[in-house]
């Protein structure tokens, strides 16, 4: 996630959904944007949420700390509120059996397996597409959006998702909506190449798994009408 103090809004970032170009843009558009998670990208809302929180008691600490002092000035200053009471959040979704294929794709593609350790990677990697996929479902390593967004929690009221391809427009509607004047404008970073197989060849190859596949993301068939363009 990165988060603009300044703006009071984030941009949460579940894999494979145009990430890296909303980041750059992200990062020009709210110049004090920082990640939350520097080790971790793809850090779901609620721990998201709970870093901001801790960062916020510690200053808090520190700041009653440094009012002990002797030279301290004992005014009583502006203090911030914690920026879970009134962040806003904007995410994207896409159609999950695609958001996987290009997960798989992505990984299969890489010169070196970035977490050798990580049994889904190496999956990708080493083994076929159904493997990957079943790993996925049943071996519950894909996030369902719901978990990853947190919905019903603190920040949802305040949470708008964009729907995968309408990006610019979704984003543009999202932003307006929270009376921020910047305008959109997408880079095109990590792009796939010409894809080899068509998903109708992996959609064959998934079989059984494509239902449970739509089982454990079916918050989004339920939702996918609130998504165009974005959430409101």
């Known amino acids: 996630m990165l988060y603009s103090s300044t703006y009071r809004i984030a941009f949460a970032h579940y894999p494979k959904t145009a990430g ?6 992200f990062r020009q558009a709210f110049p004090d944007a920082i990640p939350v998670s520097r080790r971790n990208p793809h850090c779901c809302v609620r721990k998201s949420l709970a ?6 008691m510690m200053a808090r600490w520190r700041q009653a700390s440094l009012a002990m002092l002797p030279f301290a000035n004992h005014s009583a200053g502006h203090r911030k509120p914690n920026p879970v009471d009134d962040i806003r ?6 159609p999950p059996f695609q958001m996987l294929v290009s ?14 350790g990580n049994p889904w990677m190496s999956a990708a990697r ?26 019903g929690g603190p920040a949802w009221p305040r949470t708008r998702l964009v729907q995968f391809d309408q990006l610019e427009r979704g984003l ?7 009376g921020l004047d910047v305008p959109v404008a997408l880079p095109s970073s ?6 080899g197989r068509p998903l109708a060849d992996y959609e064959a190859e998934a079989g059984p798994l494509l239902a449970e596949v739509r089982r454990r993301f079916r918050w989004y068939d339920d939702n996918r009408d609130v998504f165009a363009g974005a959430y409101a």
């Open 89 to 94: 959040i904007v995410g994207v979704v896409r």
């Open 103 to 116: 997960l798989y794709e992505y990984w299969r593609r890489l010169d070196t397996c970035p977490d050798p």
């Open 20 to 25: 890296t170009s909303i980041s750059e843009w």
């Open 190 to 195: 990590n792009r796939a190449p010409s894809r």
């Open 51 to 56: 870093r901001l929180s801790t960062r916020w």
């Open 172 to 178: 543009q509607e999202v932003l307006d909506g929270f």
């Open 126 to 151: 080493e083994r076929p597409f159904r493997e990957f996929l079943r790993l996925a479902v049943r071996g519950a390593r894909a996030m369902p959006y719901e978990h990853f967004f947190d919905v």
